[in-house]
Each structure stands twice: as C-alpha cells, then as structure tokens.
C-alpha cells in the first residue's frame, strides 16, 4: 500500500468519522460530500488562524484574527455576508473591527 493510499484510509476511516460526530455533537449535520468538504476546509483555516493568533505577539492578534476572518470570508461565504454576521455573536463582531 502506498504512503497516499495509507493517508487516504487514515483520513476517510478515522479522520472524518470523528471530525461529523464531533459537528453532529455541535447540532451540525452534514448530508452530502460537498458539505463535508467545505467543512473540512473550514476547519482548516480555523485551525490555522489559530495557530497564527496564538504565535503572534499581543498587539498584532487583531490583525491576524482579521486577516483570518476575511481568508475563511472570501474562501467559504463568497457573497453571503461577513463573517461576524455570520456568527451572529457582538463580541465576534467587535473584535473583527
């Protein structure tokens, strides 16, 4: 078996199976593969920008929060409003101004 064979087993028998219960647990069902891609890809530029904020010296988080808002904007919600909208959360919305 190949190293990409091996990560594609890993991914698609470990991987997802725990990342959908883990959304199902938070109220989110994900129905088709398209859903499921998108939010795979969600989740890897929250996990980025996290990682990001979390290395960045206290006065540039701001920015890095920014600019990891309008990454996840521009790549998941296109045109469908901002990512504060979204979330629908005032302090989300604060700190992303």
Do not use: H, W
Request: proline content about 3%.
């Amino acid at each position: 078996m190949k190293q990409e064979d091996r990560l594609n087993t890993l991914f698609s028998k470990v991987y997802m199976p725990v990342f959908m219960n883990k959304l199902a647990e938070c109220g989110v069902e994900i129905t088709t593969e398209e859903d499921a891609e998108a939010a795979v890809k969600i989740a890897s530029i929250i996990k980025a920008a996290s990682e990001q904020v979390q290395e960045a010296p206290v006065q540039p988080r701001k920015s890095a929060i920014k600019a990891a808002a309008a990454q996840l904007e521009a790549e998941v919600m296109g045109d469908a409003g901002t990512v504060a909208a979204a979330l629908n959360d005032a302090d989300v919305a604060a700190a992303l101004s």
